[in-house]
């Protein structure tokens, strides 16, 4: 059984009509807990795939809102134990690796995965993913990641985005492009599911 773990309704309004007859939806809810909480559910549930899909923002002046990207990796750049044990941003105790590998398709470019709780125009925002290599930032990926490395189950994942980093404030941005990056979500999804 393959489930999709999406972050809001609007995403899944989008994701609904490519639905298989055994897929399964979880709407999480924003968030690294809500994201990492239904991925778990979804695995307890017999889940042999993670598919997270949905609107996120780029980090790279020269991508555009509205472009597709698969996630190769995905990390968490709020998540930071270098002053007390010397380890690359975004890196658990418990790894050597901030990155956590996801499954791509071949299908649309691939990209780095910057996942946090912050939604901000916040340069700091923008400059910790980078330093990780991350041109995609949510608020979801690298927690399902987590979780699926976790159960030893493959994920898969796609991002349309709704805003860009040097494009002007990017909360504005969202609220201005969002149903841009849906339609892009809606019509990216007719040749990867």
């Known amino acids: 059984m393959r489930a999709f773990v999406i972050a809001m309704e609007n995403e899944a309004a989008e994701v609904r009509p490519f639905l298989k007859d055994d897929d399964r939806l979880y709407v999480a809810g924003v968030g690294k807990?809500?994201?990492?909480?239904?991925?778990?559910?979804?695995?307890?549930?017999?889940?042999?795939?993670?598919?997270?899909?949905?609107?996120?923002g780029g980090l790279d002046p020269a991508m555009e809102v509205g472009e597709a990207y698969e996630i190769s990796q995905a990390v968490e750049y709020d998540f930071d134990l270098t002053l007390i044990n010397g380890t690359k941003l975004g890196t658990h105790n418990e790894r050597t690796t901030p990155y956590f590998d996801c499954r791509t398709t071949g299908k649309f470019p691939t990209r780095i995965l910057a996942t946090g709780d912050r939604?901000?125009?916040?340069?700091?925002?923008?400059?910790?993913?980078?330093?990780?290599?991350?041109?995609?930032?949510?608020?979801?990926?690298?927690?399902?990641?987590?979780?699926?490395?976790?159960?030893?189950?493959?994920?898969?994942?796609?991002?349309?985005?709704?805003?860009?980093?040097g494009k002007g404030a990017m909360t504005g941005q969202y609220k201005d492009n969002l149903a841009k990056a849906l339609a892009c979500l809606k019509g990216a999804l007719t040749s990867w599911t």
Request: glycine share 8%; with cysteine.
């Open 33 to 56: 807990v809500n994201a990492a909480a239904a991925a778990q559910k979804a695995i307890d549930a017999g889940a042999d795939e993670i598919i997270n899909c949905g609107v996120a």
């Open 119 to 165: 939604f901000t125009n916040d340069e700091r925002d923008v400059e910790n993913p980078l330093a990780l290599g991350a041109t995609v930032k949510d608020m979801e990926g690298a927690a399902i990641a987590h979780v699926c490395e976790l159960n030893g189950v493959p994920c898969r994942m796609l991002k349309c985005l709704s805003d860009v980093h």
